[in-house]
């Protein structure tokens, strides 16, 4: 009888187990959408006062704009920077919070036609050159792909102390997955900072055009696609961001 018993005492066990983890994951849904909710909420409460703000200050220049000396000009540019910050910061927060929230369908995207489009939407200065080879047709949402290369594009034009910036996207093959790459030759970063930087707000320096959100939409986009992403860098040379796509993703994503 004893290896009757201690046979059924290990299943009795698997299915308390197997039932207390079941639990944990719909606490887990539960408050994961509740977070989603929270962050909706709180956006759409602070958009308002943001909306306000910024037709205030602009009503104040157009009014008053023979009165207003320079210094007052500049302190409401100020305030309207600071009100753009915010709006990108809440902005930010909604697009991170509903990324991987609900399954979407997959379809052929040319990463071509898509970084050309982005290179267009994006204000690329002048001194700026970015440069890519001819990369392939792959499966996924256009959408997540296209916050995926242009939050990793916008980081590299942002962080560029180079009279001459470059960017360089590429790609190579492997049987699995597509490898991707984004080169500049920006400030670098510091190998301590290579885990840290893809933490939700996380900046490693005070930019007025980063949110600290941009590289962690990254990082939850290429676990979408079940990836991978890591860097190389050296500090005044630049930085090489990598990740990786699975090919096949039985129609979703």
Not at 5 to 18: D, G, P, W
Not at 161 to 166: I, M, S
Request: proline share 2%; hydrophobic share 30%.
């Amino acid at each position: 009888m004893e290896p009757v018993i201690k046979k059924f005492t290990v299943n009795l066990k698997s299915c308390k187990a197997f039932r207390e983890q079941q639990q944990l994951l719909s606490n887990l849904e539960v408050q994961n959408q509740e977070l989603s909710d929270y962050a909706h909420m709180v956006s759409h409460d602070l958009k308002s006062p943001l909306r306000s703000l910024d037709s205030l200050t602009t009503w104040l220049k157009e009014d008053y704009s023979d009165k207003l000396d320079e210094s007052c000009n500049k302190s409401l540019d100020l305030i309207r920077s600071n009100v753009d910050k915010m709006d990108a910061l809440i902005n930010g927060i909604l697009e991170y919070s509903t990324i991987g929230k609900n399954k979407v369908e997959v379809y052929d995207v040319d990463t071509n036609k898509l970084i050309e489009d982005i290179s267009e939407s994006l204000h690329v200065p002048s001194y700026f050159s970015i440069t890519k080879g001819d990369l392939p047709i792959i499966k996924g949402d256009k959408y997540r792909l296209q916050q995926l290369f242009q939050n990793l594009i916008s980081n590299a034009l942002n962080y560029n102390d180079k009279e001459k910036g470059k960017i360089e996207i590429g790609y190579k093959e492997e049987e699995e997955f597509w490898q991707f790459y984004v080169k500049d030759n920006g400030k670098g970063i510091d190998e301590q900072y290579f885990d840290k930087i893809f933490n939700t707000f996380q900046k490693l320096e005070s930019n007025l055009e980063s949110t600290g959100i941009g590289l962690s939409i990254v990082k939850k986009i290429v676990d979408i696609y079940g990836g991978k992403i890591w860097l190389t860098s050296k500090l005044g040379e630049g930085t090489t961001f990598y990740f990786t796509l699975k090919k096949e993703n039985h129609g979703e994503a």
